[in-house]
């Protein structure tokens, strides 16, 4: 051992020893991971080899034969085996308390290579379903990902469904029933399918079991589908925050969702008070009746002051949608725009969070200039409100976003929509979006995430590795190296970037001592990988505050029996 190394070992002790030093308490760590690569984030980017965790926070680092000395009798030994750690991964702008809720209830075709492993996957959802549930894919994949390029036909999906009425979205502009699924909505004709939507018909005039549409059409559609019970509803909530620890997050920020009402959260609240949280979930309320928002915020809020919450879930303000008037409207009319100020400057005046949905740069001017006018008044700089999205923000926009402080939600949306993107901007525009560097470069707040369901796949490795290629699921690279950011960039915008977000970077989003433990031992090493392959990470083994949510092979027995 170099005698640097040494020393290093000598004070992770020390400061262990402190941070242990209660009365009676025996100087042993809870959990000691060995023999690894722990990629820690702190301002140097130091790589260590071994930690101590205790009492759900990051006790120590050092050798792995430093830490092996903290091991007392019950303290659980993880073996790393030369293996990648990286801090629980954040993602800041995902719809993951709705996606929760269906989530019992649904087939997901994320990462299926192939149609027809997708509609295998709907034949096995099929045997284990009871007589008459549905069987829906509610979005997150497209033609591009399967090697047959293309999407299931009705008699295809009817095959895998057998008895079950099945329902396939694809985006917003387009699903597949079975002739079940179709009688069971009672559709017909165009007559029935909501406004703007039409049953496809094949080169003969045959239906051919799809209906396509816009947005509005689609959303209505889908809830026409039976939903959950509450029972489901918590099933889904503790399976699909799950499933997100099987991909090393460890935090969402939930900016709420069409159609989430306060009953809504009511499947989250019930996990919450079980103590079966697997994830932190930062929340906020989104508009909910079109010209009341700013009386429904102070109704809804009364008794829920910002931040009010614990370290697993917490009210963080309201978006991301303010007021409908100026939700994905281009051009807002000077009402729309007075009440948006009027909420702004009351959520201003509350010391609120503040995060807004906006689409376009040439339009987001208009945001701003509301923004700018509350800050004259009322000092919101250090409030953390946000923008998401706007992924052809200008220089010029991120650098009035800096000035106020507002930051930045920015997700992989152009790995799947990239192609059409590119059709409508140009490809001068394609290679700098989103512009990722420029961002980092005026230091503006960026925070990495998915916006998934239903559209996107809420996969963060997937949206790292589009981080770092530009890809679209088709695989056409878009965006020039000049807005591509590092692995570690990458890394740190998903971690650090968007616990900010959250209020949170001094609790998480790095591993440093006295910091929440929240990590993931990955399946490979994310900074070495071939970028191609990163997409096909996963954890190996996620713990949120010292408790290990999950685990498989070769850690599985180490899974915390959380009550299901
Ligand atoms: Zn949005």
């Known amino acids: 051992m170099n005698p640097i190394a040494r020393i290093t070992g000598f004070c992770a002790l020390a400061v262990l020893g402190l941070a242990l030093a209660g009365p009676g308490r025996a100087q042993t760590a809870d959990i000691i991971l060995l023999h690894g690569k722990i990629l820690t984030l702190d301002e140097r ?3 260590r ?19 092996m000395k903290l091991a007392g009798r019950k303290t659980r030994v993880v073996d790393l085996r030369g293996r990648t750690v990286i801090p629980g991964l954040i993602d800041s702008h995902i719809h993951a308390i709705r996606a929760a809720l269906s989530y019992s209830v649904e087939v ?33 994949w497209t033609p591009e990902q399967f090697e047959e390029k293309r999407r299931p036909t009705q008699a295809e999906l009817a095959d895998a469904a057998g008895e079950h009425p ?12 079975t002739p079940a699924g179709l009688k069971a909505l009672n559709i017909a004709t165009d007559a029935d399918v909501p406004p703007r939507g039409k049953l496809e018909e094949d080169a003969n005039g045959n239906k051919t079991g799809g209906i396509s549409g816009d947005t509005a059409t689609i959303t209505a559609l889908f809830s026409r589908l039976p939903s959950p019970g509450f029972e489901q509803r918590v099933a889904g909530t503790r399976a699909f925050f799950r499933e997100l620890n099987r991909l090393a997050l460890t935090g969402v920020v939930d900016p709420g969702g069409f159609g989430m009402a306060p009953r809504d959260y009511q499947a989250l609240f019930k996990v919450w008070q079980d103590k079966a949280l697997t994830l932190r979930v930062a929340y906020t309320v989104f508009a909910q009746k079109r010209g009341s928002e700013l009386e429904d915020y102070r109704n809804l809020t009364q008794l829920l002051p910002m931040g009010m919450g ?67 008044e009322t000092p919101m700089r250090d409030l953390r409100w946000a923008i998401a999205h706007l992924n052809d923000a200008s220089a010029a926009t991120l650098q009035r976003m800096k000035a106020l402080g507002v930051g930045w939600a920015m997700q992989d949306a152009l790995y799947f929509d990239g192609e059409r993107f590119q059709k409508e901007k140009g490809a001068e525009a394609a290679r700098r979006a989103p512009p990722i560097k420029t961002a980092l470069r005026l230091g503006v707040k960026v925070g990495a995430g998915t ?49 900010w977000f959250a209020h ?61």
């Not at 006790?59 to 792995?64: R, V």
């Not at 589009?466 to 590092?486: N, Q």
């Open 451 to 499: 916006d998934a369901h239903r559209v996107a796949s809420y996969n963060p490795f997937v949206a790292l590795r589009w981080m770092l290629d530009g890809k679209t699921v088709g695989g056409t690279a878009l965006r020039g190296p000049e807005e591509t950011p590092t692995r570690e960039e990458a890394l740190r915008m998903y971690t650090l970037g968007s616990a």
């Open 310 to 376: 614990d370290e697993m879930l917490r009210f963080n303000g309201i978006g991301e949608n303010v007021a409908w008037g100026m939700y994905n409207n281009d051009s807002p009319s000077d009402e729309d725009k007075a009440q948006f100020y009027e909420i702004a400057r009351w959520a201003a005046g509350r010391r609120m969070s503040l995060n807004m949905h906006w689409h376009n740069d040439r339009s987001v001017g208009q945001l701003l200039d509301i923004f700018e006018r509350v800050d004259r």
């Open 108 to 140: 997901n075709w994320i990462g299926a290579s192939s149609l027809a492993g997708a509609l295998g996957r709907v034949r096995e959802a099929a045997r284990r379903a009871k007589p008459g549930d549905w069987l829906i894919v509610a979005g997150g």
């Open 45 to 47: 980017s130091s790589i």
């Open 49 to 67: 080899e071994a930690m101590a965790v205790s009492e759900g926070r990051i006790a120590a680092f050092g050798s792995s034969m430093d830490i």
């Open 504 to 564: 949170d970077e001094d609790r998480r989003g790095s591993l440093v001592v006295g910091k929440l433990a929240d990590l993931a031992v990955l399946s490979k090493d994310y900074m070495k990988v071939p970028v191609a392959e990163i997409g096909r990470i996963e954890s190996l083994l996620t713990m949120v505050g010292g408790r290990i949510v999950y685990a498989a092979d070769p850690y599985a027995q180490f899974e915390e029996g959380i009550r299901r």
């Open 166 to 177: 099945a329902y396939v979205q694809l985006f917003y502009g387009w699903a597949l029933l």
